[in-house]
């Protein structure tokens, strides 16, 4: 990465190398190296630690016999969106977690080895799967998200005609708009994008369900629908000075570094993000890549408490993220022009006492308030709830979180199914790509079994 000092211009050059991929990829010589370590167990855990359940041990055997296509199926076969997963899944604690050879040497880059054979799939221009049969159902997707792509491209393999509704120009949710591209360029959520609309599934981008079109015209024109809206921007963090320029939310500030060279002053600034989880993670990284000359990451809670993951952490560090633990915001303080200057905190101590999520409660400590200098303020506390959507469909929820049957994702309306962050509450593990590709899965088997009697409920790879 290109460090910038505060008298630089940004210019787009900058920009193009700055929010390139960071990570190499493996070369062939490397990938076939890579694939003749594993082990090829019988009965292999790490397919076990695999949310979509992905023949690892057979995608490497490929890799090892030069056979790409084959391990790209059986990849892309298992999850829809492969691609970027091999990129965003948090691998130490899923497959590469579970890979025996932890406790004899390290683990078999399975992330990585995924990325090599699907990476060929896309610059080689495949096309992995077919529809199947027409079988006369309709199916209407709302949300072209990971987990609304898996759901559509299962549907589409099973004969449904299925249309996806998108409220944005560009499908792909999160993976597109909303995961840094140093992390997850476009281009490779795009291809799997294609992938989907090659099987004859329709998708209509920048059609917001509940605007554009309203739930009862969908109730009335498909079988079924599947629910994929997943979650919104960041919610208010309810303190003074939240309206003062110089202040932005997480997920739009990543958004914007996603489809082009954002128009944001924090070039030679001092930024404080407040939060830590993945999106305060990306958010401060995305700062430093932006010309912040310090970004500081502020959370009332330890690193113990964070949700974001260790490599993430690690990684931040390196970038030359700051952390100021047991820290709250109180107030963001602003000029007579209206530009935040200083953001007013106060520290905190943790009480000993577990909170409903398992984790230790912080409480202020009285008298410790002080006052961080900082140019701008990133919000990265969580995400809105799609629950005016969630209403107009007349399905049950709490607060904002779809109540579904976990097994087939169908909600209190037989017609509706749900799948990925729409369904995530707190308390449930971690919102994941991989689990709402999965979740997705789910739902289309759910639903060919309902409206076609279908038993097929495959969980792993049939390639
Ligand atoms: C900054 C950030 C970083 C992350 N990093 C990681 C990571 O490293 N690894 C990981 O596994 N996960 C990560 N996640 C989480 C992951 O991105 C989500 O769990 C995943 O994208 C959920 O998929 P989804 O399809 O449910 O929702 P989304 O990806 O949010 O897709 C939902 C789609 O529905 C559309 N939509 C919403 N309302 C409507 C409507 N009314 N009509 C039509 N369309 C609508 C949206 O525009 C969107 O495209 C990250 C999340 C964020 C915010
Ligand atoms: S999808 Fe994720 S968890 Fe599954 S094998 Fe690939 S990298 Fe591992």
């Given at each position: 990465?290109?460090?910038?000092?505060p008298l630089?211009?940004?210019?787009?050059?900058?920009?193009?190398?700055?929010f390139?991929?960071?990570?190499?990829?493996?070369?062939?010589?490397?990938?076939?190296?890579?694939?003749?370590?594993?082990?090829y167990?019988?009965?292999?855990?790490?397919?076990?630690?695999?949310?979509?359940g992905?023949?690892i041990?057979?995608?490497?055997?490929?890799?090892?016999?030069?056979?790409?296509?084959?391990?790209?199926?059986?990849?892309?076969?298992?999850?829809?969106?492969g691609a970027?997963?091999?990129?965003?899944?948090?691998?130490?604690?899923?497959?590469?977690?579970?890979?025996?050879?932890?406790?004899?040497?390290?683990?078999?880059?399975?992330?990585?080895?995924?990325?090599?054979?699907?990476?060929?799939?896309?610059?080689?221009?495949?096309?992995?799967?077919?529809?199947?049969?027409?079988?006369?159902?309709?199916?209407?997707?709302?949300?072209g998200?990971?987990?609304?792509?898996?759901?559509?491209?299962?549907?589409?393999?099973?004969?449904?005609?299925?249309?996806?509704?998108?409220a944005?120009?560009?499908?792909?949710g999160?993976?597109?708009?909303?995961?840094?591209?140093?992390?997850?360029?476009?281009?490779?959520?795009?291809?799997?994008?294609?992938q989907?609309?090659?099987?004859?599934?329709?998708?209509?981008?920048?059609?917001?369900?509940?605007?554009?079109?309203?739930?009862?015209?969908?109730?009335?024109e498909?079988?079924?629908?599947?629910l994929?809206?997943g979650m919104?921007?960041v919610?208010?963090?309810?303190?003074?000075?939240?309206?003062?320029?110089?202040?932005y939310?997480?997920?739009e500030?990543?958004?914007t570094?996603?489809?082009?060279i954002p128009?944001?002053?924090?070039?030679?600034?001092?930024?404080?993000?407040?939060?830590?989880?993945?999106?305060?993670?990306?958010?401060?990284t995305?700062?430093?890549?932006?010309?912040?000359?310090?970004?500081?990451?502020?959370?009332?809670?330890?690193?113990?408490?964070?949700?974001?993951?260790?490599?993430?952490?690690?990684?931040?560090?390196?970038?030359?993220?700051?952390?100021?633990?047991?820290?709250?915001p109180?107030?963001?303080?602003?000029?007579?022009?209206?530009?935040?200057?200083?953001l007013?905190?106060?520290?905190?101590?943790?009480?000993?006492?577990?909170?409903?999520?398992?984790?230790?409660?912080?409480?202020?400590?009285?008298?410790?308030?002080?006052?961080?200098?900082?140019?701008?303020?990133?919000?990265?506390?969580?995400?809105?709830?799609?629950?005016?959507?969630?209403?107009?469909?007349?399905?049950?929820?709490?607060?904002?979180?779809?109540?579904?049957?976990?097994?087939?994702?169908?909600?209190?309306?037989p017609?509706?199914f749900?799948?990925?962050?729409?369904?995530?509450?707190?308390?449930?593990?971690?919102?994941m790509?991989?689990?709402?590709?999965q979740?997705?899965?789910?739902?289309?088997?759910a639903?060919?079994?309902?409206?076609?009697?279908?038993?097929?409920?495959?969980?792993?790879?049939?390639?």
């Open positions: 990465m290109e460090r910038v000092s630089t211009v940004y210019t787009p050059d900058m920009f193009m190398r700055n390139a991929e960071f990570e190499p990829g493996l070369t062939r010589k490397g990938a076939i190296e890579e694939s003749n370590r594993c082990l167990c019988y009965d292999a855990p790490c397919i076990k630690a695999c949310p979509t992905i023949n041990p057979s995608f490497i055997k490929r890799i090892a016999t030069d056979n790409l296509k084959g391990a790209a199926m059986a990849i892309m076969d298992a999850n829809p969106v970027s997963c091999s990129r965003v899944c948090p691998t130490e604690e899923l497959c590469e977690g579970a890979c025996v050879l932890n406790s004899a040497s390290a683990p078999i880059e399975i992330g990585l080895l995924q990325r090599y054979a699907t990476d060929w799939a896309a610059a080689s221009g495949q096309t992995l799967f077919e529809a199947g049969l027409p079988n006369g159902k309709k199916v209407a997707v709302i949300g998200g990971p987990a609304g792509l898996s759901a559509a491209r299962e549907l589409a393999r099973k004969g449904f005609e299925v249309t996806v509704y998108e944005k120009p560009l499908a792909g999160l993976n597109t708009h909303g995961i840094v591209s140093f992390r997850l360029p476009q281009s490779i959520s795009l291809w799997e994008v294609e989907v609309e090659k099987l004859g599934v329709a998708i209509h981008t920048g059609v917001k369900v509940g605007v554009d079109i309203t739930v009862e015209e969908l109730k009335a498909y079988d079924a629908i599947v994929a809206a919104g921007y919610p208010p963090l309810g303190i003074e000075g939240e309206r003062l320029s110089g202040v939310d997480a997920i500030l990543v958004e570094t996603k489809t082009g128009n944001l002053e924090l070039m030679g600034r001092n930024v404080a993000v407040i939060g830590a989880g993945n999106t305060a993670i990306d958010a401060a995305c700062s430093i890549r932006l010309g912040a000359a310090n970004v500081k990451m502020v959370y009332r809670r330890t690193r113990g408490e964070m949700t974001a993951y260790d490599f993430e952490y690690e990684f931040a560090k390196q970038e030359g993220v700051e952390f100021s633990w047991l820290t709250m109180r107030r963001i303080v602003g000029d007579a022009e209206g530009h935040v200057t200083a007013e905190c106060v520290r905190m101590k943790l009480t000993g006492e577990t909170g409903k999520d398992g984790r230790l409660t912080p409480m202020p400590v009285e008298g410790s308030e002080f006052l961080l200098p900082v140019d701008a303020v990133v919000v990265a506390i969580g995400q809105n709830r799609r629950t005016e959507l969630i209403e107009a469909l007349g399905i049950a929820h709490d607060r904002g979180v779809v109540a579904i049957d976990a097994a087939t994702g169908r909600t209190s309306d017609q509706i749900a799948a990925g962050d729409i369904v995530f509450g707190s308390g449930s593990g971690e919102a790509v991989v689990s709402a590709a979740q997705g899965k789910n739902a289309a088997y639903i060919a079994k309902q409206l076609l009697g279908w038993q097929d409920t495959v969980v792993g790879s049939a390639v």
